[in-house]
């Protein structure tokens, strides 16, 4: 009875936190003990067909710009890689091979909550996705999931095991794209409405709102305190790839035009004039927003504390393949 009364009792904190994270009550902190509270203001966005990015980019290697102490570039990622995705305490990169490997991020090194050591079995990946400690992969059709489980975020449900084509998370809930366009939600938001049960091409998980696109046009929910389900008209329509954030969302349009809207924090919500052409993939972050232009240009707007958005011309002005925005730091496959 003990333990089931403690097991209750650390359940309860890890809800209260989790609670205190999305409302983004609890400060950004510097150490890897204080992991819990995580960062206030994630998506984790990752730069797959499914938030915004090129989709499966020809081979590169990962760079990561950040202006403090982050984790060394395993030698691995030098080459060869198809897909980065940004969690709240690691990035994940997928190889052209199907391998996948785990770093840390900027702020959290060792490994938390399991997120870093990848199972055999999520090797052979066509898709990855990072949440709040816990990370996804699409193999064979199915979803392997491993790391945090405060919510059952990686309790994968019978629909998720088969026929999926993508997933996508950022906080504590995953997301998967089903091959007949519907879509599977389970964590600390499970809720799929009916709109989005058939006929998407695209999810976004945001830190506690999705977004899917549908028909060309994004379909949102979840919650929604500062507007970022609140989808504009001219994201209802030509629309051919979202991505969502903590609290922003992002919509990429058939002329190459960005949208924006949710929580404008540091001007997250307006994007600058060089994002209104030429943009071939978006990403939303924690705090900041990145766009990629069609010559392969990093353009990032939002936080831009710690020179965050000092994106150094020499290698990340052009010939860029991807890209995602992370929590203060920005991944790219060049």
Known sequence: MRGVIAGARRRRVAQALARLVLAGLLAVTTSAAAAPGGPAPVRAAQPSTAQGGVGTAPSGAVQVWVTSVTNPIPPALSSGVAEVAVGGVHFLARKEDGSVHAVGTRYYVRDLYGEKVVPEQAQGATAIAAGWGHSLAVVGGGVVAWGNDWFGQTDVPEAARSGVVDVSSLAFHSLALKSD????????????PPEASSGVTAIAAGGDFNLALKDGGVVAWGINTVG?????????SGVVAISAGWSTALALKADGSVVAWGSNKFGRATPPATTASGIVAVSAGWQHNVALTSTGRVIGWGYNRETVLSYPAATWGSGVQDVVAGDRYTVAIR
């Open 181 to 192: 366009g519907g879509v599977v939600s389970w964590g600390l938001r499970d809720d799929v």
């Open 228 to 236: 970022q389900t609140d989808v504009p008209p001219e994201a209802r």
